[in-house]
């Protein structure tokens, strides 16, 4: 509740000059963890994206100041930013870095065997015993937002996919029924393939909103996403994006994870956002930190230090490519994981193979690699110690 003992626990800290930022540093370890490994985090993303917007800081100073002089917090303006992952993990994408437990997709194609402990650890996801995530409280949800609609600037809709998600619809209308749509935001973390949901059809519910933001999950261009995001479609994606640009109340941003491959090639989705400013808002990224094998630094040596020149305007992602591999990941653990998906889509209309799409990864490769008998030393993603 935004008004419960935890919450004002951390509005007190972050008011007092002198606290130690015990509950802080706990809430906020990510963007801690970010800031202090890459210079960089979603919190000073976000800050940079309403950097401009002075009313809304403006609002968000009286409250503080309210808190500050009554201990509760109390607001009559329109400041708060919802967030709602309660609408399931329903995904029709497989995303090799992707948690299992945000995808429905990728819990089927672990069951069927693309699986590695190695990197995703011993977990039910493997064995097909996961729980499915029930959904008993989307309509408490419903009733809660719309109660609180007239003090919402923004919601924000991730999954899973919310587009696909047929429930998540139940509450734009009930927006729109009740007249307060016109003054609310919806952002979707989206991997922008569809659009539609049986009967649903996103660009239908658009033009009710004060704005819509489509935050479309993008770390590659053409057959590069749809190698790591198996089951992408990129000139869908496109397709859609210029759909959307077509509303004036629409924008469309891309936000990509930075990872072993994508880092590979992410210079490429930059670089095509800036030339391109009328279709695509803004670019902005995250690290991949877990899985561990998937993190930048994991690469072989020799690959970082080339790509490090490609991001001379990115300091943190230079920062990410500059840091050793983690002593306890093993390269050839993450090429098995990988090569084990190639097989799973070989002869589907989504086959791909991971070293046509990244062949300077191909001469690290050890097909004689067994990871059960511990045999084979991790020399190839080490070359600099030869």
Request: charged letters at 30%; one cysteine or more; proline letters at 3%.
């Amino acid at each position: 509740m935004r008004d419960s003992t935890y919450m004002n626990n951390i509005r007190k800290e972050m008011l007092d000059p002198n606290s130690d930022l015990k509950t802080v540093k706990k809430t906020c370890k990510r963007c801690i963890s970010d800031e202090k490994r890459y210079g960089r985090s979603r919190r000073t993303a976000c800050m940079k994206i309403h950097t401009q917007e002075k009313d809304y800081w403006q609002a968000i100073e009286r409250s503080v100041l309210m808190f500050k002089a009554t201990g509760k917090y109390e607001f009559e303006e329109r400041i708060l930013e919802v967030q709602l992952k309660v609408y399931g993990d329903e995904c029709n994408l497989d995303c090799h870095m992707c948690v299992h437990q945000n995808s429905t997709t990728r819990q089927q194609v672990a069951k069927k065997g693309v699986w590695s402990e190695e990197i995703f650890g011993n977990t039910n996801y493997a064995k097909g015993e996961h729980k499915t995530f029930s959904g008993k409280n989307v309509e408490d949800m419903i009733q809660q937002t719309v109660e609180m609609a007239p003090f919402i600037r923004s919601i924000k809709i991730i999954g899973g996919e919310p587009l696909i998600m047929k429930k998540h619809y139940e509450l734009l209308q009930r927006l729109i029924d009740i007249d307060e749509a016109k003054n609310i935001m919806i952002k979707y973390q989206t991997n922008f393939t569809e659009t539609k949901a049986g009967k649903h059809n996103i660009f239908n519910y658009i033009p009710h909103f004060k704005l819509v933001s489509m935050v479309a999950s993008v770390d590659g261009i053409g057959p590069v996403i749809e190698y790591m995001r198996r089951r992408t479609d990129w000139n869908k994606v496109i397709q859609n994006a210029e759909i959307c640009r077509k509303y004036d109340n629409v924008v469309v941003d891309f936000n990509g994870l930075v990872s072993f491959l994508s880092v590979m090639r992410f210079y490429e989705v930059i670089d095509y956002c800036l030339d391109r400013p009328k279709l695509i808002d803004q670019i902005n990224w995250a690290m991949v930190e877990n899985p561990k094998h998937l993190r930048v630094n994991n690469l072989p040596e020799k690959i970082k230090q080339n790509l490090i020149s490609k991001y001379e305007k990115w300091p943190d992602i230079q920062a990410a490519l500059r840091k050793p591999a983690d002593e306890d990941v093993n390269i050839q653990d993450t090429f098995q994981y990988l090569l084990k998906q190639d097989k799973f889509y070989k002869g589907t209309k989504w086959e791909s193979h991971l070293f046509e799409v990244f062949p300077e990864l191909e001469e690290y490769y050890d097909p004689m690699y067994n990871h059960n008998t511990n045999l084979t030393l991790n020399i190839k993603n080490n070359e600099d110690i030869l």
